[in-house]
């Protein structure tokens, strides 16, 4: 990564505008996600290793 | 501002018991002949052009992924088109064999939403496909609407536009390149892993691992974020079809609609020569980074040594576009949910997953992962992610969450299921519909650009011009010299 400027708008709106590192967004907020018996049933019925034997051809 | 008109075409991945790629042309073949609905059989092939260049050249032979090669040696499966078993539905939509995979094309639709309910629809014709194979052949087949396989092959969902000729290559590649690489952050479908060298725990988009180009009209292999192929299934002089093969399968419909009007959104600017201008300095290095960045700031590095945002890019074609177009209802939707959903994923993630396939995913592998003490390094994490595009719903991972509330729900049923018999908009797929299911005796040949009909005996191509509005009055035509003769006059 580079250190340089960072540009919050276009080059043909305010190309000059300028701010620092600190300007990111904040660590996510993820709160202990919610339950619920259907997926759960589902889930627990997939066979873990059906990723193992899914082989494909290469599309477009 | 202009409407524009819009499709997508979804590869689906195919699971059959007991088989393997070896055998997955042979299936899908299978599977699409035994389509058990209404269709005409064949295409039209005189109008396609998968190795012209957008660029002004035309490639010698398209890239193919050698590790395929391998499974076809010393074997000749026959004729192109008989390989490919196209069906034509009454909807308008193409239904066919996709090396190895079953691929339903939307019919063309003006509106987003429209569109996202026929690719829902198409989903049904998968499903209601594979079950009839299923029950014919006695095994346990399995269709998917993603895009990987998780051992390093990929395919496509593909989305085409109608934009005028004259915008040409480089205005375009310009002007939309930029929404290519940052859409993912509201429109990714998400995926555990990676496929190639740089090991990641989770990532946005399932086509980032695939992509090493800037740009070219390869798509099996080498695939770019912008694909060149110049293939406009209309009036070359005219018409380009932008083919955009850098964006995910999305199960959640509003995605879908999303993913596709925030192009609209960039095409439009591009149209009146408004779109932001933001010269990235790596686009391939910024749309991995994008998705393996656990961070979620985004940050995207620029020339000049400066940097910026997805977020800030996003919200860079909202401001213009409100400030240049005169925005419809659905385009002015796509710029107020997607500026709540950025601002929810960082301060309402639980309301942001509702919307956004990688975060429904990512949550629901979390949820799981805590409640049986698993890593993310456990590979059993990737069968769940194939689950979740299961295109049975009594099976999928994702019909489940939609059935507890926990993603925004699918169209009614019953809109799906008029999705199959026909279309709402006055688009050509009218006109295509209505062929095949009025007309398909006298049908000689089928394609996006023209129907050919059988007329006492002598061929009578017609031209379907895709912008045009089509009538409803076609419905009424008793006869196909009348048909014919109200398609000629439609402008």
Redesign the interface.
């Known amino acids: ?13 305010e190309p000059g505008k300028k701010s620092g590192e600190e300007g ?13 018996n ?3 049933r ?2 627990k ?16 | 501002m202009r409407q524009i008109l819009a499709g997508i075409e979804t590869e689906y991945g195919l699971l059959v018991e007991g088989r393997g790629a070896e055998e997955q042309v042979d299936d899908a073949m299978a599977l699409v002949r035994g389509y058990p609905g209404e269709c005409h059989v064949g295409w039209d092939y005189r109008y396609e052009s998968p190795r012209a260049d957008l660029r002004g050249f035309k490639l010698n032979h398209l890239a193919f992924d050698p590790e395929d090669a391998k499974f076809d040696a010393g074997r000749s499966f026959g004729e192109a088109h008989e390989v490919r078993s196209d069906r034509v539905l009454p909807n308008g939509a193409r239904f066919y064999n996709d090396h190895g995979h079953p691929e339903y094309s939307t019919p063309e639709c003006w509106s987003i939403f429209e569109l996202a309910n026929h690719d829902c629809a198409g989903q049904k014709v998968v499903h209601r496909a594979a079950q009839a194979f299923a029950e014919r052949e006695g095994l346990s087949v399995k269709t998917f609407k993603n895009n990987t396989d998780f051992h390093g092959a990929s395919y496509g969902t593909h989305e085409g536009y109608l934009v005028p000729r004259e915008l040409g290559f480089d205005r375009l590649f310009l002007d939309v390149l930029p929404m290519m690489v940052v859409r993912q952050v509201l429109v990714g479908a998400g995926k555990v892993g990676s496929e190639n060298s740089r090991s990641v725990e989770f990532q946005l988009s399932q086509r980032a691992d695939f992509l090493t180009e800037k740009a070219n009209a390869e798509t099996l292999y080498r695939r770019p974020i912008f694909n060149t192929r110049d293939e406009p299934h209309s009036n070359p002089q005219q018409w380009i079809r932008l083919h955009v093969i850098c964006g995910d399968a999305n199960m959640i419909p509003e995605a879908t609609a999303r993913k596709v009007g925030l192009m609209k959104l960039a095409l439009a600017l591009c149209e009146i020569g408004q779109a932001p201008i933001w010269r990235f300095k790596d686009p391939v290095r910024s749309f991995v980074d994008i998705s393996r960045d656990q961070s979620w700031k985004f940050r995207i590095e620029l020339d000049q040594r400066s940097w910026t945002t997805a977020p800030d890019i996003l919200e860079s074609y909202f401001a213009a576009a409100e400030a240049c177009l005169e925005l419809d209802e659905e385009l002015r939707w796509v710029i107020t949910s997607s500026r709540r959903l950025l601002s929810d994923l960082y301060e309402d993630f639980n309301r942001f997953r509702r919307h956004v396939d990688w975060a429904a995913k990512r949550h629901m592998l979390t949820q799981f992962m805590e409640e049986e003490g698993m890593e993310w390094s456990d590979p059993h994490l990737r069968s769940f992610d194939l689950e979740y595009h299961n295109a049975d719903p009594e099976e999928s991972l994702h019909a489940a969450l939609a059935q507890m509330g926990e993603v925004v729900p699918d169209p009614d049923e019953a809109d799906q299921l008029g999705c199959l018999e026909g279309v709402n908009e006055p688009t050509r797929a009218l006109a295509r519909g209505l062929a095949i299911s009025r007309f398909n005796q006298h049908l000689l040949g089928v394609c996006w650009r023209t129907l050919t009909f059988n007329v006492d005996g002598s061929p009578i191509e017609v031209d379907l011009p895709p912008n045009a509005a089509y009538p409803q009055q076609l419905r009424t035509a008793d006869d196909v010299g009348t048909f014919i003769s109200m398609l000629r006059g439609v402008q």
Request: proline content about 11%; hydrophobic content about 20%; glycine content about 10%.
């Open positions: 990564m580079t250190d340089g400027d960072r540009l919050t708008r276009p080059l043909t709106r990111g967004p904040s660590a996510p907020d993820i709160r202990k996600p919610e339950g619920g259907e997926l759960l589902r889930m019925k997939i066979d873990p290793d059906q990723a193992k034997k899914y082989r494909q051809r290469s599309g477009q």
